[in-house]
């Protein structure tokens, strides 16, 4: 299976900052998802990275606050824009793989 | 948009005894069925799948029913151990959402 290479693995930062998480695969792969992860809940989709294209966002998600990169069928880049304490948060990167999801290890952003 | 509900959100079971956990979609098409295990402080990982044309998937001590005339399908977890203990979710099939997590302990 792809193997994902996510950072940083965590990161305190000021609340009006952004930070950028970058996820490097392996392989090359058609698609890659961005997820959110809030303190004891479930993954939330934030966007699906295609490479030559605008990401595609899903709702309560835009592009101006969790801006995409996708230069390659390699690599993406998430950035959290203008954080704030509620973007505090397990940011992972996955890819699908025969149906099923490899996630990165994730990032633990906290905003203070 | 895929509706999925995943029951019970926690479950507690004495080592040795089974856990079962169940998830309900709604999407009439779909065709995959998985299982992600997310122990704490960790990324989620897929243990195990089913695809429509089987009714059940055994993996050693795991393993995934599906009823399609219902629209579920559940994860079983037999001789359970502590190392089981973690948070659970089943991925609507064809959706790139999650449900909402089972968090199973497992008492020694």
């Known amino acids: 299976s792809a193997v994902i290479s996510q950072k940083p693995s965590r990161d305190i930062c000021q609340r009006g900052t952004s930070l950028t998480i970058q996820c490097q695969v392996d392989s090359q792969v058609t698609m890659m998802f961005w997820y959110r992860q809030q303190p004891g809940q479930s993954l939330t989709l934030i966007a699906t990275a295609n490479q030559g294209s605008e990401a595609t966002y899903e709702s309560g998600f835009v592009i101006d606050k969790f801006p995409i990169s996708r230069p390659n069928l390699t690599f993406s880049t998430l950035t959290v824009s203008n954080m704030s304490p509620e973007d505090s948060s397990i940011y992972l990167c996955?890819?699908?793989?025969?149906?099923?999801?490899?996630f990165g290890s994730g990032t633990r952003l906290t905003v203070v | 948009g895929e509706n999925v509900e995943q029951h019970p959100s926690t479950l507690s079971v004495q080592e040795g005894d089974s856990a079962v956990i169940k998830c309900t979609y709604s999407d009439s098409a779909s065709n995959y069925f998985p299982w992600y295990k997310q122990e704490l402080g960790k990324r989620p990982q897929l243990i195990i799948d089913?695809?429509?044309?089987?009714g059940e998937k055994k993996d050693q001590r795991i393993a995934v029913t599906l009823n399609k005339t219902a629209k579920h399908f559940s994860l079983h977890i037999t001789e359970t151990q502590p190392e089981d203990s973690a948070v659970y979710f089943c991925a609507p099939p064809n959706k790139l959402v999650f449900g909402a997590g089972t968090i199973l302990r497992v008492k020694s």
């Open positions: 089913i695809r429509s044309n089987v």
């Open positions: 996955s890819v699908l793989e025969g149906g099923g999801y490899t």
